[in-house]
């Protein structure tokens, strides 16, 4: 198991250096285990002032009986530091999850504010803390793998530094809110992008997000194909960003619960 994880992060790896021709290598290995995460949390989340991205998920069950969602992520840094940031993620197919929308306010230092309105039932949901590592839609990712978990919510250390990346070992310092005891994070060195992620509990990995394909829009380096594997259970969601497209100038009023259920058509085109 252990091997094969890392001969495809490898495989990443290689992928990421061979878009990046003009690169440089990192002329001093970063020691400072905070300053990679930060980093590590911008490439994956903050790139640009704000973002909008056309998605389709591919959710195979452990039979490998597939269903497909398609959506469109928007996304807005309300601050310069890499702290408040409000996502916006409507559901456009299949017909019985079409108008489903989740949308988030993260903020630092507290809880973030989560809400999913469900057309079906003309009903707006708030998300609790203790919901956010379930499931989003019926994929196998999280509501919090669409938006990012909070820095502050966990231990960070570096465990090993590689030829191409910074291995981070992160523990919650809020046992009792998740389901894992661990998970390691693959930063590649030259992206700061998260590559690969290994979520741990009873000292055995369970659950896996992995990087598939990486693309340079509008000059950041841009994860558009991306896969979370159930190692335990089985099972898997593929997904892959069709169009993607920085510094749109959205505007903050429609991350509002007015949107909810007047969804902003202009900017879902």
């Known amino acids: ?34 300053e990679i995460v930060k980093r590590a949390n911008h490439a994956a989340y903050y790139q640009g002032k704000d973002g909008k ?4 998920m591919t959710i195979k069950d452990a039979q490998g009986r597939e269903r497909q969602r398609e959506l469109t992520i928007l996304r807005l840094n309300t601050d310069d530091r890499d702290e408040g940031q409000k996502f916006y993620v409507y559901l456009h197919a ?3 999850v079409r108008g489903t929308v989740f949308m988030v306010h993260k903020h ?17 949901r708030r998300i609790a803390a203790s919901d956010e590592r ?48 661990s998970y390691k994070v693959y930063v590649h060195k030259e992206t700061f992008l998260p590559v690969k992620i290994e979520y741990e509990k009873g000292g055995k990995v369970y659950r896996t997000a ?31 960003y069709t169009t993607v497209t920085y510094e749109v100038g959205l505007p903050d009023n429609i991350f509002t619960e007015r949107f909810l259920r007047n969804a902003p058509r202009e900017y879902l085109r």
Not at 1 to 23: C, E
Not at 146 to 165: I, K, P, Q
Not at 221 to 239: H, L, P, R
């Open 1 to 34: 198991m252990k091997q094969h994880v890392m001969i495809r992060t490898a495989l990443v790896a290689a992928l990421i250096t061979a878009l990046m021709p003009g690169m440089s290598a990192q002329a001093q290995d970063l020691t400072d285990v905070n």
């Open 53 to 56: 991205a056309v998605a389709k």
């Open 94 to 96: 299949p017909a019985d």
């Open 108 to 124: 630092l230092g507290r809880d973030d504010d989560r809400w999913l309105y469900l057309p079906g039932l003309d009903v707006v």
């Open 134 to 181: 379930t499931s989003f839609v019926g994929s196998h990712f999280f509501y919090e793998d669409v938006s990012g978990r909070g820095l502050d919510e966990d231990e960070h250390e570096l465990v090993e530094t590689t030829a191409n990346f910074y291995v981070v070992k992160n523990t919650p310092k809020d046992p009792r809110q998740v389901e894992f005891d």
């Open 210 to 240: 992995q990087t598939l394909e990486v693309q340079e829009i509008q000059g950041y380096q841009t994860v558009t194909k991306a896969k979370m594997e159930d190692v335990y259970i089985g099972g898997e969601t593929v997904m892959e």
